[in-house]
């Protein structure tokens, strides 16, 4: 089987034999798949087309209701079709939508008639957030490529949601980035027949192409959640979810529009106080200020750039109860590295931002001097360029009080890709750290080619192979490579994945990327069956299994795991899983006393032994469009306790819920107890984790947020408050005033202690 490959390995002295086990696989899956496409397909219906006018007439007041004579002099379109909950019927309630544009603007007007306008879903709620309300959308591809294009979402109270979308980046069968923020404008006004929604896009705020006559590609849909319903004026099936490039309709008339290159300047400052007795250097006010600038180097290539940044607004990473013999992954929050992150992914995860000034042990960011970036695309070229300084600091280290330097570096990433045939690419990626020589991790870069194919609708195929350089293994032989190849193949009912990868043993991307599960090859196939069946109160049901195993670059397991699942949605929008998960792991064998054998004083290798855990798993969720969601987690089985060094089996219970309290107000809140029990049966400890999150949104511009958590375990707790007031001037501008807190108990000098901070941004636009 593919996933016993590592067994014939010993220093990738059998490849030829790996070739041989894997190619019969290959070559049934592929033929399966060749078969599969070349069944009959339904003829598709022609591509729907909507020419819109240019009116020069006074400005348009965007404040939700389509008075002005403009929107009377347009024709509607009318003729939406249901994804959810009816598949293929019209839409449930009356609605219009109006667009014309002048030399400015694109304008949209949404008409939303309701019978039962008492019973609208509007919530307030912060921009790009989830209010889980009735909303209009809208797609334009500007540049009518059917790969590329701009999302936009007004809720029934007008708070915005905006978007990327690149369906042929590779990263699967489509890509939203919601990280991206434009400057539009819109309102929306309830009445008693509905709802009407006024939008208006600057042509400067997007990426057009500067041609005379411009054809986009568009769609616009509505979703009234009540009814858990979404209808679309292009249709969309179940099986696409979300509007594509690729699916579009078409929208003809744009002529003789301005184009801007759009400057924006961003200047901001900052000052805070800090509090914690236990690292008086680290105490007392400071302040500072930067400045980040935008500029639209062509149609559809932007410049970023930012001069001493700060993030104190950003944040903090959840507690987790997951615990891992490796690093385990938090995702950024940063706004200068989330937007236009999907610019620099790759199958393999060889660039992590994080890493840029990562907190010191004191708890301390390192700072970053400064940074710029240029993302976009060029003709067929997908572009993605970044770089950052860190500076030098001192700091004393709260484990042994010793000062100690964290180095400055210097980070370069360039990511190219390449479009190939309808909707696929080849690209390359360099990652680069320097720093002065004689520094821990003082040089350390990746280096990597990729192909992702998407073929049809059904079939994707995305490979890398890297090369990594570091410091700690100097030279470069086959163990400083990477490889990882996986295949998809996904139908509305049927789903089949298998993928390779390896990480030879001198590879180390704890500088750059995030790849920490090095020296081994690993493998891994599942196949999901998900009907669609509508009947006995379910909507779908979805079965599955899977499959994978690591090894060691020498053959030895690592771990493997078998995975068996079910669930399904029923028509009220609930679900049900059940799964089992039967894993072996390999790790360092554990004294009585709660440690792993001491290696220090034997002269042969550390000694392990596979660790079983098999593990069961129930969980029921709440319909996600009410106002209370609720989510029910119970897991139960064996462990290897890494961090606590014992064998044994755990009883996890996990309670999350998302109140909606009217229609400004939105807790979160979540509560995990984890029991733990040494394989002798005796009781070990409880590891318990609190969170809630509380938002309140004043106004469409002014919210407020406090994020705590709690944690505790036979060791001690774990106490921390992040709070923010905001207001924003517009989508990158804004007024942030903010208290963090976070204690230890017994105390640990790396926690933040007390926190307060002011900080504003204003944006100037050229």
Request: hydrophobic share 35%; glycine share 8%.
């Given at each position: 089987m593919t996933y016993n490959i590592a067994h014939c390995l010993s220093d990738f002295d059998n490849l030829p034999v790996l070739s041989g086990r894997l190619l019969p696989i290959l070559l049934a899956v592929t033929s399966l798949v060749a078969y599969a496409q070349n069944k009959p397909?339904?003829?598709?219906?022609?591509?729907?087309?909507?020419?819109?006018?240019?009116?020069?007439?006074?400005?348009?007041?965007?404040?939700?209701?389509?008075?002005e004579p403009a929107?009377?002099?347009?024709?509607?379109?009318?003729?939406?079709?249901?994804?959810?909950?009816?598949?293929?019927?019209?839409?449930?309630?009356?609605?219009?939508?109006?667009?014309?544009?002048?030399?400015?603007?694109?304008?949209?007007?949404?008409?939303?008639?309701?019978?039962?306008?008492?019973?609208?879903?509007?919530?307030?709620?912060?921009?790009?957030?989830?209010?889980?309300s009735d909303s209009v959308n809208i797609f334009i591809d500007t540049f009518h490529d059917r790969r590329t294009g701009y999302f936009f979402s007004i809720n029934s109270r007008g708070i915005q949601f905006d978007a990327l979308a690149n369906e042929g980046r590779g990263d699967g069968f489509e890509s939203y980035d919601e990280t991206w923020d434009g400057i539009w404008h819109s309102a929306a006004t309830l009445h008693d027949w509905g709802y009407s929604v006024e939008v208006a896009i600057p042509?400067?705020?997007?990426?057009?192409?500067?041609?005379?006559?411009?054809d986009w590609g568009m769609n616009v849909s509505r979703d009234i959640v009540r009814k858990n319903e979404s209808a679309y004026w292009v249709p969309v099936t179940r099986f696409d979810g979300v509007m594509k490039p690729s699916k579009a309709g078409d929208m003809t008339g744009l002529e003789s529009v301005r184009v801007g290159r759009n400057l924006e300047v961003i200047p901001f400052f900052s000052t805070g106080y800090r509090r914690a007795s236990w690292t008086p250097e680290l105490d007392g006010?400071?302040?500072?200020?930067?400045?980040?600038?935008?500029?639209?180097?062509?149609?559809?290539?932007?410049?970023?750039?930012?001069?001493?940044?700060?993030?104190?607004d950003t944040e903090a990473d959840e507690f987790t109860a997951q615990i891992s013999r490796f690093e385990i992954f938090f995702p950024e929050k940063r706004k200068f590295f989330t937007e236009g992150a999907n610019y620099f992914e790759t199958p393999m995860k060889l660039f992590f931002s994080r890493r840029i000034g990562s907190v010191l042990p004191n708890g301390e960011p390192q700072r970053i001097l400064e940074g710029g970036k240029i993302t976009g695309q060029?003709?067929?070229?997908?572009?993605?360029?970044?770089?950052?300084?860190?500076?030098?600091?001192?700091?004393?280290?709260?484990?042994?009080?010793?000062?100690?330097?964290?180095?400055?570096?210097?980070?370069?990433?360039?990511?190219v890709q390449r479009k190939i045939f309808e909707k696929s690419a080849v690209g390359l990626i360099s990652v680069n750290r320097m720093q002065k020589p004689g520094s821990v991790g003082q040089r350390e870069s990746s280096h990597g080619v990729d192909l992702h194919l998407l073929k049809g609708e059904n079939t994707n195929w995305n490979s890398q192979f890297m090369v990594n350089l570091n410091s700690a293994n100097p030279g470069v032989d086959w163990q400083h490579v990477g490889f990882?190849?996986?295949?998809?193949?996904?139908?509305?009912?049927?789903?089949?994945?298998?993928?390779?990868?390896?990480?030879?043993?001198?590879?180390?991307?704890?500088?750059?990327?995030?790849?920490?599960?090095?020296?081994?090859?690993?493998?891994?196939?599942?196949?999901?069956?998900?009907?669609?069946?509508?009947?006995?109160?379910?909507?779908?049901?979805?079965?599955?299994v899977n499959y994978d195993e690591a090894n060691n670059t020498s053959g030895a397991l690592e771990d493997s795991g078998a995975d068996v699942w079910t669930y399904a949605q029923l028509k009220n929008f609930w679900t049900v899983r059940f799964?089992?998960?039967?894993?072996?792991?390999?790790?360092?064998q554990f004294t009585s006393d709660f440690q792993p054998v001491d290696c220090a004083t034997r002269t042969s290798l550390c000694p392990t032994r596979i660790y079983t855990t098999p593990q069961w798993k129930f969980e029921l969720e709440t319909n996600r469009n009410r106002a209370v969601y609720l989510l029910f987690r119970h897991e139960w089985g064996k462990t290897a306790q890494f961090e606590e060094f014992f064998y044994g089996h755990h009883k996890t219970y996990e309670l999350r819920s998302n109140i909606r309290l009217g229609g400004k107000a939105r807790?979160?809140?979540?509560?995990?107890?984890?029991?733990?029990?040494?394989?002798?049966?005796?009781?070990?400890?409880?590891?318990?984790?609190?969170?809630?999150?509380?938002?309140?949104?004043?106004?469409?511009?002014?919210?407020?947020?406090?994020?705590?958590?709690?944690?505790q375990d036979r060791h001690g707790h774990n106490v921390s408050v992040n709070s923010l007031f905001a207001y924003d001037f517009t989508a990158r501008s804004a007024l942030f005033v903010g208290y963090n807190r976070q204690k230890n108990s017994p105390l640990d000098r790396s926690a933040l202690g007390d926190y307060f901070y002011i900080k504003t941004s204003y944006l100037f636009g050229f």
């Open positions: 397909i339904r003829s598709e219906a022609p591509r729907k087309s909507v020419q819109i006018q240019r009116l020069d007439l006074p400005s348009i007041k965007i404040d939700g209701n389509l008075t929107w009377q002099r347009i024709a509607p379109i009318t003729d939406f079709i249901q994804t959810t909950p009816d598949l293929g019927q019209p839409v449930s309630e009356r609605t219009e939508v109006r667009i014309f544009y002048d030399e400015n603007n694109i304008y949209f007007g949404f008409t939303c008639f309701d019978r039962e306008p008492e019973k609208i879903v509007a919530r307030l709620g912060a921009h790009d957030g989830v209010t889980g042509f400067k705020s997007i990426r057009i192409s500067s041609a005379a006559n411009q006010a400071k302040g500072t200020a930067g400045v980040d600038v935008r500029y639209g180097l062509t149609a559809n290539l932007t410049a970023v750039g930012t001069l001493n940044p700060d993030f104190a060029s003709g067929s070229w997908t572009i993605g360029a970044l770089q950052a300084l860190t500076q030098e600091e001192t700091y004393v280290d709260p484990q042994d009080g010793q000062q100690k330097i964290a180095p400055g570096g210097f980070f370069g990433v360039m990511r990882q190849s996986e295949f998809e193949y996904n139908t509305e009912s049927f789903e089949y994945e298998t993928g390779a990868k390896l990480l030879g043993r001198k590879t180390d991307l704890s500088h750059t990327g995030f790849e920490p599960e090095v020296d081994r090859w690993s493998g891994w196939m599942g196949a999901e069956y998900k009907p669609f069946i509508n009947r006995f109160g379910i909507r779908q049901i979805f079965t599955g799964e089992h998960r039967y894993d072996r792991v390999r790790y360092n807790l979160e809140a979540g509560a995990v107890r984890v029991r733990e029990w040494l394989h002798t049966g005796q009781f070990y400890q409880n590891r318990d984790y609190l969170i809630s999150r509380l938002t309140y949104q004043f106004t469409p511009k002014m919210r407020a947020r406090v994020l705590t958590q709690y944690f």
